[in-house]
């Protein structure tokens, strides 16, 4: 031994190992530790983890475990879609041709998110769709629809095909506010022939004697037990004089007991939201939304950081100051930065969508050279706008319920997903079967496909008037997912499991817990990727739930 070294550290040493012999678990310390004990400094925070210019998506990086002491199906996901709406799950369907219509929206609705209707179609029809979902559940139906004694069978036959509903109440010349004189159900009309279709409604309508009414300024409680007690389909709601001054449906008492988490507005009426361009000519556009009773609209042109988006933002606020405005546009092609943010929120943005090129349709990084991975857009962009208290909602890259996670815990209050959802019931589109497997054509914005079949979609990419159209998107098929009723509790409960896992009670301890530094990541490298999904087997079945 070397004579310099410590003769008496050597004994002192020595002195401790021969005292802990005979304590088991003091032994076990000793040897694992060396007698010290110490938490170490482990991971990154979300500051370190971006800190070096990488640009890093979401398989990039793993959220270290924290401590729990409290069950999933007590984190609250209640989270922030824009300045003023807030939803009870962080889930908004992309407003995509292949996504989202009214029965999407309504979906997603009702198990707490919300949808947004795409623009790949005329004003009308995108109106149309808009008031399906604000029609569909509600409490007090302030605007029916009102039909009059001289409206046929038909009439009613058509507004069933229209709005998804058939119980009408019928007043003297067919508007609300006057006299009731009758009501028209399904059952009504169910055994007409055809040949009768030109019937008056005065003629199988249930007369106003024999309906069961309540008197204006009953509450919605009241109301909903004189349903129960009655057990009929529609009440309507009639003053002083028996004007007709609202309607109660049966079907929605029971929807708002299967769905608790449902976003609505103070009206009790489901949320929805509505993609418009930039151009001028949407401006009609917007007026039809409005009045159909949209609660917000997505700008959408290929590229956020535009003059054309500031200047319609600021004509938004300005013409609809109620109305809130989303700046950017999906994951497929919007902006990334900081700087590209601040532009819009000087203009008037009540929320923000991040990505670029990150969609898995998109080849906008691909073919245009321009881009950002997407967890790093997520996190610069979402520091920069909490700052302002502007919500940011993460488009694109989203493939997992983990992925949503790790975009909430880079501070995005909302996940915008376009091909987890696409192949759900509730798309538009029919199912079709390719080598015994059963698909839903799904297709990117600015793919030529899209391109094609509306102007509005070659608008969004400023190529209306190019003799060759540039291509930012592909089109494909997603395998069936089943129903959004289904699919969509599944994401929800994954969400509450991960914040759990990580030791955060809601979604805004989660972001106060990244922003703090409490909050820990750590790095992956593609042996670390292969090693965290399902390897070494000969085959497996994945079942999600």
């Known amino acids: 031994m070397d004579s310099s070294y410590p003769r008496e550290r050597h004994e002192s040493v020595g002195k401790r190992y021969q005292s802990l012999t005979n304590d088991s678990s003091s032994m076990a310390d000793y040897l694992i530790t060396g007698g010290t004990g110490y938490v170490p400094d482990d991971g990154l925070t979300g500051a370190q983890l971006f800190a070096n210019g990488d640009g890093l998506t979401y398989n990039d990086f793993l959220i270290l475990p924290g401590f729990i002491d409290f069950s999933a199906d007590g984190v609250d996901l209640t989270s922030a879609l824009t300045r003023k709406i807030t939803l009870k799950s962080p889930l908004v ?37 808009v008031r399906k979902v604000k029609k569909y559940e509600q409490g007090f139906i302030l605007d029916p629809v009102v039909m009059s004694p001289t409206h046929t069978v038909k009439d009613v036959a058509q507004a069933k095909k229209k709005f998804g509903f058939s119980g009408i109440p019928i007043t003297n010349n067919g508007h609300m506010g006057e006299k009731l004189v009758g009501l028209v159900t399904q059952r009504d009309i169910d055994f007409l022939t055809d040949d009768e279709m030109d019937t008056p409604i005065s003629e199988v309508m249930t007369k106003y004697e024999d309906l069961v009414v309540a008197p204006n300024g009953v509450t919605l409680k009241e109301a909903n ?110 902006f990334v930065t900081a700087a590209q943010a601040k532009n819009l929120i000087d203009a008037g943005a009540d929320a923000l969508r991040v990505g670029m090129g990150s969609g898995s349709i998109c080849i906008t990084q691909e073919v245009m050279a321009v881009g950002r991975p997407q967890g790093t857009a997520v996190y610069k962009v979402a520091e920069y706008a909490r700052r302002f208290g502007v919500p940011v909602i993460a488009d694109g890259g989203i493939s997992s319920v983990g992925h949503v996670i790790k975009a909430l815990a ?8 376009g091909s987890l959802l696409a192949g759900t019931s509730e798309a538009p589109g029919e199912y079709f079967f390719a080598d015994g497997v059963r698909l839903k054509k799904y297709r990117g914005m600015g793919s030529l496909d899209a391109m094609e079949k509306h102007r509005s979609s070659q608008s969004r990419y400023f190529s209306e008037s190019d003799k060759i159209k540039v291509a930012q998107g592909v089109s494909g098929s997603i395998v069936d997912k089943g129903s959004i009723h289904k699919f969509v509790p599944y994401l929800y409960a994954g969400i509450q499991h991960g914040c759990q896992d990580i030791g955060a009670r809601c979604l805004s301890n989660l972001r106060s817990m990244m922003y703090s530094g409490e909050l820990k990541f750590e790095r992956r490298t593609a042996s670390a990727q292969v090693e965290g999904g399902v390897h070494n087997l000969h085959n497996y079945e994945k079942r999600l739930y």
């Open 93 to 129: 369907s992309s407003p995509m041709d292949t996504v989202t219509e009214s029965q999407m929206a309504i979906g997603m609705a009702l198990c707490g998110g919300v949808g947004v209707i795409h623009h790949n179609c005329t004003a009308e029809f995108q109106a149309n769709e």
């Open 225 to 334: 037990s004189i349903l129960q007690k009655s057990k009929k389909g529609k009440l309507p709601i009639v003053n002083d004089d028996g004007e007709l001054v609202a309607l109660i449906a049966r079907t929605d008492t029971k929807k708002n007991r299967e769905f608790p988490l449902a976003s609505k507005d103070e009206k009790k009426q489901l949320l929805v939201g509505a993609a418009v361009s930039t151009h001028d000519e949407d401006k009609k556009r917007l007026d039809l939304l409005v009045q159909a009773g949209v609660d917000f609209v997505v700008l959408d042109s290929s590229q956020g950081n535009s003059i054309y988006q500031i200047n319609m933002i600021k004509y938004l606020k300005k013409s609809y100051p109620a109305l809130q405005v989303i700046g950017g546009n999906d994951g497929k092609s919007t």
């Open 410 to 417: 880079l501070g995005a209050s909302t996940v915008m997903m």
